[in-house]
C-alpha cells in the first residue's frame, strides 16, 4: 500500500485554482444533498470536472470509506426499503434512468452499489464521481461494494485508465490515477441488509469466512491481480489492449489472472483468496464448489454451497451481481442467490435489458424493475427493437430445433397420421414445448419458427420448422392496431401519467391507479379500449395477485406479445396468458425462500 503521507502529498488539491472561466460543477463545505444534485447537473450537461474537485471528492470519500467495516450492515428500520443497482460500467444513461425511478439517495431512500462501477462504458469518470458524492453526503444511505473491476490493473485493461487519461492532462490524470486506486482498496466488498441478506459483488465459496473477512486489512489490496503493479509504473501499460470480443460480442474477464500470486505464508494466500472469491464467483447449477476457469479466478458455487453459506450465518438469500442477464436479473440455487445487474444494452443496443432490485421491509423480497436506456434504442421502432433484442434468442431456437429434429417430426407426427405435412397452429405449440420443456409462448413465437400452410393458414407446414426463419415476417397488414400495439404506441403518454401517479416514485401502481390511467390514454387512441380489456389487462398483467403493477415491466411485456389477425377475437384471452407468462415474476412462499423463472 502506498505510504499515507506520500500519498496525500501527491494527490493535494487545495493549492489548485479554479479559473474564473470554468462554469462547470463546484464543491463547497459543508456537503451536502444539494451538492449531489449539482454532480449530477453538471454531469448531465456535458461539463468536465475540473480536477480540484475531482481529487476533493476522492480525498473525502477516502476518509469516509476508511471508517467502515470490511462488510457493512444496512438496515431499513428508518427507510422502510433499499434498493440494490448492479454493474453500471460506465454507463451513465442507465444511472440516471435509475435515480429517475427510484430517487435519489438519502435517509429515506439507501442504496447498494453493487461493484463494477467502471470500465468498458464512456463515463466511469463521471459515474464514480456521483456516486462517492452520493456517500459523501449520506454515508449512512449509501453502500458501495467493491466488484472485481474496482482495481488498477483490471482498470489498464478494460478502458477505465485511458478514459481519464483522455480526460485529464498527464499531471492531473496521474494524480487522479494514484487516489481512485487507493479508494477502491478502501472499499467494503459486502454488505449485510437487516441481518438477512448478504449482497456482495461476485459470490461465495466453500472456504467463505464472514469472521476472518471482517478482520482482512482490505486497503492492501489494492488489487487482487497479481503480480501487483506498482503504481508509478502503471507508464509501462497505459498502451495495453483491451481483449477483444469472443465471436458472440461477449466480452469476458476470462484472461485477468495472471498467476496465484507468491505470499508471505499460507495464512496470507488464504486471506487473499477470501476476497478474491467474493468478487470473482459464479453461481453455478452443479453441486459443490471448482475453480472458476473460465474467469481464471474466484470460485464456482453450487446450490449446496448457498445452502450451508446461508444456514452458518442465518441469512435468507444472496444478492449478487458480476454477470450480465438478458432480463437484468435471475434467480437460481432454488431462490437463494439472486444476479442483478443494471447496465442495459451492454453488447449491442437491444442485447439486454438492466435492471434494480427494490427490497421492501420487513420480509426483503424482491421486486424487479427493468429498463433500457440509451438514445439509440428510444430512436428504434417497436419492430426493431423486438428484431434486435430477439434475434440472437430466435437463433438459439432454430438449433434446438435441428439438435431435437427427430423426437420433434415424431411429435408432429402424432397429429398429422394421413402424413400431409401440416398441423393445426396450437397442435405445432402443443408438440414443441413437449420436447423442448423451454416454457415459451410458442404461439406468439411460430411466425419466427415455422411457416404457414401455403393454402390454409389456420395450419403449419411443420417441415420448415428446421429451416432457418430469421429473416421471414409473414405477419399480414391490419388496419387497425391490436392491443398490445395500441399500448406500447401510447408509450410517453403513459410514462407521463404514471409518473404523475406514482407519487412516492417506487415505480408500482395500485390496480385502481392502472385502469383509470388507461381510461385516460382512451381520450389520445383512435381505437379505444373497453373498461373490460382495461381490466382482463390489468389482472393478467398481475403476476402473483398481489393487487401492484410495475409499469416498465408491463411496457416490455407486451412489446413482445401479437397476436394472430385473423383469428384475434379467439385468441386474445390465450395471447394474454403468454404475454403475462414471458414477463419477469417473484413470488414468496412461506418458507421465506424466494421462486422465480429464470429470464429468457
Not at 357 to 371: G, N, S
Not at 436 to 459: D, E, F, I, Y
Not at 466 to 481: C, G, L, N, Q, V
Not at 497 to 521: A, P, Y
Amino acid at each position: 500500500m502506498v505510504p499515507e503521507l506520500d500519498l496525500l502529498k501527491a494527490t493535494e488539491y487545495e493549492a489548485i485554482t479554479v479559473p474564473l472561466s470554468y462554469t462547470g460543477f463546484r464543491l463547497e463545505k459543508p456537503y451536502r444533498q444539494n451538492a449531489l444534485e449539482q454532480l449530477i447537473d453538471s454531469v448531465k450537461g456535458k461539463h468536465r470536472i475540473h480536477v480540484r474537485y475531482v481529487l476533493e471528492i476522492l480525498h473525502e470519500a477516502r476518509n469516509v470509506l476508511k471508517t467502515m467495516p470490511n462488510i457493512r450492515h444496512a438496515s431499513t428500520s428508518l427507510s422502510k426499503k433499499i434498493t440494490v443497482v448492479g454493474d453500471l460500467h460506465g454507463k451513465l444513461d442507465d444511472l440516471l434512468i435509475i435515480f429517475y425511478k427510484a430517487g435519489l439517495p438519502d435517509t429515506t431512500n439507501p442504496f447498494i452499489f453493487n461493484g463494477d462501477i467502471v470500465d468498458r462504458g464512456f463515463f466511469s469518470v463521471e459515474i464514480i464521481l456521483i456516486l462517492l458524492m452520493a456517500l459523501i453526503t449520506n454515508p449512512n444511505a449509501v453502500f458501495i461494494n467493491r466488484g472485481n473491476h474496482e482495481d488498477h490493473v483490471m482498470n489498464l485493461r478494460y478502458g477505465f485508465i485511458k478514459e481519464i487519461s483522455n480526460k485529464y492532462r498527464q499531471l492531473e490524470s496521474k494524480k487522479i490515477r494514484r487516489l481512485i486506486a487507493d479508494v477502491f482498496g478502501w472499499l467494503p466488498v459486502a454488505t449485510i441488509i437487516d441481518h438477512k441478506v448478504f449482497v456482495v459483488h461476485g459470490g461465495i465459496s466453500d472456504a467463505t469466512d464472514l469472521k476472518l473477512i471482517q478482520t482482512l486489512k482490505r486497503a492492501k489490496f489494492t488489487s487482487v491481480l497479481n503480480p501487483p503493479l506498482e503504481l508509478d509504473d502503471i507508464q509501462l501499460l497505459e498502451h495495453h489492449e483491451e481483449p477483444a470480443p469472443e465471436p458472440t460480442g461477449k466480452v469476458t474477464d476470462s484472461q485477468a489472472f495472471l498467476k496465484v500470486p507468491e505470499m508471505d505464508s499460507a495464512e496470507a494466500t488464504f486471506e487473499w483468496k477470501q476476497i478474491v472469491d467474493l468478487l470473482w464467483s459464479d453461481p453455478s447449477p452443479n453441486e459443490g464448489c471448482s475453480p472458476n476457469t473460465f474467469r481464471g479466478g474466484g470460485m464456482y458455487f453450487g446450490p449446496d454451497v448457498s445452502r450451508a453459506f446461508l444456514k452458518a450465518n442465518n441469512l435468507q438469500y444472496i444478492i449478487r451481481s458480476h454477470e450480465c442477464k438478458q432480463e437484468g436479473y435471475e434467480i437460481t440455487h432454488d431462490g437463494r442467490v439472486v444476479t442483478i445487474f443494471s447496465a442495459s444494452n451492454y453488447y449491442e443496443i437491444g442485447s439486454n435489458r438492466g435492471a434494480i432490485c427494490r427490497l421492501t421491509a420487513p420480509d426483503l423480497h424482491p421486486h424487479f424493475v427493468q429498463f433500457i436506456s440509451t438514445r439509440g434504442h428510444k430512436r428504434l421502432t417497436m419492430k426493431q427493437t423486438t428484431t434486435t433484442m430477439e434475434e440472437k434468442a430466435i437463433k438459439h431456437l432454430n438449433e434446438q430445433f435441428f439438435a431435437h429434429k427427430a423426437d420433434l417430426l415424431e411429435a408432429f407426427e402424432v397429429y398429422d397420421p394421413a402424413n400431409t405435412g401440416t398441423i393445426k397452429i396450437v397442435e405445432w405449440c402443443n408438440a414443441v414445448e413437449k420436447v423442448l420443456k423451454l416454457g415459451l409462448p410458442w404461439r406468439t413465437l411460430r411466425r419466427r419458427l415455422v411457416q404457414t400452410s401455403a393454402t390454409n393458414h389456420h395450419l403449419v407446414d411443420y417441415n420448415t420448422s428446421f429451416e432457418d426463419m430469421s429473416s421471414i415476417d409473414d405477419t399480414p397488414a391490419r388496419p387497425t392496431p391490436l392491443l398490445f400495439e395500441t399500448l406500447y404506441r401510447q408509450k410517453d403518454n403513459l410514462e407521463v401519467i404514471f409518473r404523475w401517479m406514482d407519487q412516492d416514485n417506487s415505480g408500482i401502481l395500485t390496480m385502481e391507479e392502472f385502469q383509470h390511467g388507461c381510461i385516460l390514454l382512451n381520450k389520445h387512441m383512435g381505437n379505444p379500449l373497453s373498461e373490460d380489456q382495461i381490466k382482463a389487462l390489468a389482472q393478467s398483467l398481475d403476476i402473483n395477485k398481489d393487487g401492484q403493477i410495475e409499469f416498465n415491466e408491463f411496457l416490455e411485456a407486451f412489446r413482445l406479445a401479437e397476436s394472430e389477425n385473423d383469428n384475434f377475437e379467439e385468441e386474445e384471452n390465450e395471447s394474454l396468458q403468454q404475454a403475462a407468462a414471458g414477463a419477469p415474476s417473484i413470488t414468496s412462499p412461506p418458507n421465506g425462500r424466494l421462486n422465480g423463472g429464470t429470464a429468457w
